[in-house]
């Protein structure tokens, strides 16, 4: 069926009668030819998405565009800075999770109200047409309510009205600015304004997803096994999250842990000589770092596998001091947070970047006492004041403390708003603390069912992880052996840990040119490519035969020293064992 469309070009809005079954690439050139337009444009419909969404084949009558629809022309090579919604803004450095939610609408869709719409099914009305991802109507409709807007959904309420005139996201400065107006003392230029503390209404990752429940639970085993606290840094990517208008979640591949030593009650990190290594094989896998985990377990009763609930609100004055998130790990989230900033377009903050997608993800007792995990991220506001170095931890761990300004070194007034005993709003310095709720917001995470997007393969005995020969677990050729009988070799080569031993391992050197092309083969999950590597290299045959000969666990010995993971607490049991040893759980 024929169409009039109506297209706005930079020369004005031109008219066109559409063909019966004609497709968009074609309609495209039907457009360049009456609007005289040479150079590579996008067509824009009244949702701002892009005609092109579906691919260039595809029917234009599929579009669901009607007669006399008014469409938007966007030329290529707009500036950065003045993107419209819907183009793919001219920022190279933008995560591709950002590229893809820029180009879409946002709008939630509601059915037509049979009771209060009194228009056909191709009208809308007050009563049914499409809602703001920010609307109230849209975050109470969930269940449980969303708590914080996504990071998407709060750059479109800044658009709200009048997009020339967009409030931008202001990087906020706690320091005294150069001044060349006088030698000693502060003007009005060079004196950083008073901060007003405001819990944020919006984050920038709003799940946290483990592709399987694997990659946490061997993270487990350290404490599992030895009783010590375990801190590790997450690699994976961002998606979409379609629970949330215009969400995003972190999804996590691999958990790296670094050299640490740890104790029941906490633990130090040490020098980590492969740090740069490790980012650069990762980023050849197609992942990147998106956050850090830690342990805060303390058992109580390791039969029954519990765990003491140690992270709440306490509302009790007199009750132990006790918070979801300490003032010293809010510090570490936000300096970690300032080493990964999420870059934006110009037009939203100068700099190109603000606030951070990295996560931060707590596995403690919950109020079931049982091990659980939850996510946080600390605010901007977080994220510059540990930048400026004016936050201090203090004694309560549910209390930030300000740093004193001195005459050398001058720390800007800090307010923080709350309400007193008859329920008014008041303004209260945050000196000498503050609430740490200030700081940080909340995020649900959790393991991922579908099997088949894995990035590795998980079998049930996994390769040694990096950094654990204190707990007695080592990454050697004995290793290797016992790791690689277990199945398929293009199968077991997809393990995140066995490529950073290959990349690491003084035994390994002849081979580690070549493990640039492994790491694309096992990103694109081409087992194909996998073997096609293992035959290529025949330092990996003379690798292979090394482990073999390496003694106690060539292939001659797994049958009888194979372990088995127990499904409840996660401890490795020798494979003669019918039970677990620690929680009595029967072997699977």
């Given amino acids: 069926m024929a169409l009039m469309l109506r297209v706005r070009t930079p020369s004005g809005i031109i008219r066109l009668t559409t063909r019966g079954g004609q497709q968009v690439d074609d309609f495209y050139q039907q457009v360049a030819e009456e609007a005289g337009i040479d150079s590579t444009f996008a067509l824009m419909d009244a949702k701002k998405a892009s005609l092109l969404r579906l691919g260039p084949s595809v029917p234009l009558a599929s579009l669901g565009l009607r007669r006399g629809d008014l469409l938007q022309m966007v030329l290529e090579g707009t500036a950065e800075g003045t993107v419209q919604r819907g183009e793919d803004p001219v920022t190279p450095s933008l995560d591709a999770v950002d590229r893809l939610l820029y180009t879409q609408d946002g709008r939630v869709d509601r059915p037509r109200d049979s009771h209060m719409c009194q228009h056909g099914d191709g009208g809308s009305c007050i009563n049914c047409t499409s809602l703001e991802p920010y609307d109230e109507r849209v975050l109470n409709a969930k269940d449980p309510p969303i708590k914080f807007l996504s990071f998407h959904s709060h750059l ?31 003007c009005s230029h060079c004196q950083p304004s008073a901060i007003t503390l405001q819990r944020q209404t919006y984050r920038h990752v709003d799940y946290v997803e483990f592709e399987s429940r694997e990659i946490l639970g061997r993270f487990l085993d350290a404490w599992t096994l030895s009783g010590v606290q375990r801190l590790g840094y997450l690699y994976g990517r961002y998606e979409p999250y379609d629970q949330v208008p215009l969400g995003i979640k972190a999804v996590v591949a691999a958990i790296y842990e670094p050299p640490q030593t740890g104790a029941p009650d906490g633990l130090e990190l040490e020098e980590d000589i492969n740090a740069n290594l490790v980012d650069q094989m990762a980023s050849k896998l197609g992942l990147q770092p998106v956050g850090w985990i830690f342990t805060d377990l303390e058992a109580v009763d390791r039969a029954q596998g519990t765990v003491k609930h140690k992270r709440y609100v306490s509302k009790d004055a007199d009750a132990d001091p006790a918070t979801v998130l300490r003032s010293e790990e809010v510090l570490m989230a936000s300096m970690l947070q300032n080493q990964h900033p999420n870059p934006v377009p110009a037009k939203y903050n100068s700099a190109g970047y603000f606030g951070s997608k990295f996560v931060t993800v707590v596995v403690s007792g919950n109020k079931d006492e ?55 709003t008041v303004k209260k310095s945050a000196r000498p603390v503050f609430p740490v709720e200030y700081l940080f917001v909340d995020m649900e995470s959790g393991a991922s069912d579908q099997d088949a997007n894995h990035t590795f393969y998980h079998p049930q005995q996994g390769f040694p992880r990096e950094n654990r020969a204190v707990l007695g677990q080592l990454q050697d050729l004995s290793a290797v052996a016992a790791y690689l009988a277990q199945g398929p070799e293009e199968q077991m080569l997809r393990s995140f840990h066995l490529l950073l031993f290959l990349a690491t391992d003084e035994h390994c050197a002849e081979l580690q040119a070549t493990l640039p092309q492994l790491a694309d083969a096992i990103a694109a999950k081409d087992s194909d490519a996998i073997k096609a590597w293992a035959v290529a290299c025949p330092f990996w045959s003379t690798l292979k035969l090394l482990a073999c000969e390496s003694g106690a666990a060539g292939p001659q010995a797994l049958s009888g020293g194979a372990q088995w993971a127990c499904s409840a607490c996660t401890l490795l049991n020798d494979a003669q064992q019918t039970q677990c040893s620690v929680c009595g759980a029967a072997k699977p």
Avoid: W
């Fill in 370 to 424: 049982l091990i659980g995990t939850q996510a946080y991220q600390a605010s901007s506001q977080a994220m510059a004041l540990t930048r400026d170095d004016v936050l201090r931890p203090s004694d309560h761990p549910a209390m930030m403390a300000v740093k004193p300004s001195t005459e050398e070194d001058y720390v800007p007034e800090v307010f923080y708003v709350t309400k007193d005993e008859y329920k008014n």
């Fill in 156 to 186: 479109r309420k800044l658009e709200h009205g009048d997009k020339h005139n967009l409030t931008k996201l202001e990087t906020l400065q706690c320091k005294v600015l150069p001044c060349s107006a006088h030698q000693k003392g502060l």
